[in-house]
Nanobody
Framework: QVQLVESGGGLVQAGGSLRLSCAASGRTSSSYNMGWFRQAPGKEREFVTAIGWGGGSTKYADSVKGRFSISRDNAKNTVYLQMNSLKPEDTAVYYC????????????????WGQGTQVTVSS
């Protein structure tokens, strides 16, 4: 069992930055592939980014490529999402997830989920 807790969300103006953290606990949490997803009101949950268990490989949605960066510190069992040049359309609840499928964009392949953290970008 793996428990995930996100933090770092908040209200920011367009063009600003936020860094989200996802603290993992439980057995072998550092061996999982990790992903970030987001869900805006009235929309389906969508893939944002993923990172392999070793941290050397990443994947990004086209909508965030060049603005967002995912990283992980396995010694601290924490995954980070650095979000720069934020836009109002980035407003959503952001979820951290852990799974066995390498760099998966599919939310169904992630076994564990955090409770989410709200990110609101004002124009």
């Amino acid at each position: 069992q793996v428990q995930l807790v996100e933090s770092g969300g908040g209200l920011v103006q367009a063009g600003g930055s936020l860094r989200l953290s996802c603290a993992a606990s439980g057995r072998t949490s550092s061996s999982y592939n990790m992903g970030w997803f987001r869900q805006a009101p009235g929309k389906e949950r969508e893939f944002v980014t993923a990172i392999g268990w070793g941290g050397g490989s990443t994947k990004y949605a086209d909508s965030v490529k060049g603005r967002f960066s995912i990283s992980r510190d396995n010694a601290k069992n924490t995954v980070y999402l650095q979000m720069n040049s934020l836009k109002p359309e980035d407003t959503a609840v952001y979820y951290c997830a852990a799974g066995e499928v390498y760099l998966s964009r599919n939310s169904n392949t992630y076994r564990y989920w955090g409770q989410g953290t709200q990110v609101t970008v004002s124009s």
